[in-house]
């Protein structure tokens, strides 16, 4: 976990009183997994949520990040599936579950980003509350390429415009509930969404498919969905 205080404390000065506080729950130990460079994607997200407003925390303990949200406006998930991890064994601490729930349920922005649909397993509320998961033996992917992606309109908000960016291309995801579909992409000539959003309860949900590793974020057009993804997620209701 990082635990930099000199750096917290400069971070804190520098603080404008309109910026707004964003974690991002970066993937390790039992949240790592051999395909998704984390440790390097994690500053990718930060470096785009920054320009936006928000003053950026990367925290690459999960559990703890789900246990301390209390004053965060948006929590970013980065992270593979516990359940796969060699290191498979235990559960999400109490603490943990329970801090997201209570985040849920008082109001928080939430962005899942391409993995977190597989993440995040022993949290009973998360795949309700991000519309959608990636479910072995059904969801796949082709082998990472170019992908075109076609943009749609965020709610009263921007419209996404289309891009091209190399990542993989996510297929068959289970859907839970509702959800406005702002972006897909095409595979075996079947359109996919690439990104939704949805409100759950008092808390906005975003969740972006793409962010394999850094050449997804190498796309300016990747970056520009992701910062609109963020504005709607932290903009008044």
Excluded: K
């Excluded at 939704?196 to 050449?215: F, K, N, P, Y």
């Amino acid at each position: 976990m990082m635990m930099d205080i000199e750096g917290a404390r400069d971070r804190e000065l520098l603080r404008g009183e309109d910026d707004m506080r964003a974690v991002i729950a970066s993937g390790s130990g039992r949240y790592a997994d051999p395909w998704h460079p984390f440790d390097r994607t994690s500053p990718l997200l930060a470096r785009v949520l920054e320009p936006a407003g928000f003053d950026v925390e990367i925290d690459d303990d999960v559990d703890h990040a789900m246990a301390n949200l209390r004053g965060v406006d948006l929590v970013v998930v980065n992270a593979g599936d516990p359940w796969r991890s060699a290191d498979s064994t235990g559960a999400a601490p109490r603490a943990s579950t329970s801090g997201f729930a209570t985040a849920l349920e008082r109001g928080i922005g939430v962005l899942a980003v391409h993995s977190a649909l597989s993440s995040l397993r022993d949290y009973p509320e998360w795949a309700p509350a991000i519309g959608g998961m990636w479910v072995p033996g059904l969801s796949w992917h082709p082998p990472a390429d170019i992908a075109d992606v076609t943009g749609g309109e965020l709610p009263s908000g921007p419209t996404i415009e289309g891009f091209a960016v190399f990542d993989e291309r996510y297929a068959r995801l289970q859907q839970f509930g509702e959800r406005q579909v702002v972006a897909t992409h095409l595979v075996d000539g079947a359109v996919e969404p690439t990104a939704w959003v949805r409100q759950h309860g008092a808390s906005r949900i975003a969740v972006d498919t793409l962010g394999h590793d850094e050449e997804s974020y190498a796309s300016a057009g990747h970056r520009a969905l992701l910062a609109r993804l963020a504005g709607w997620l932290t903009s008044p209701r």
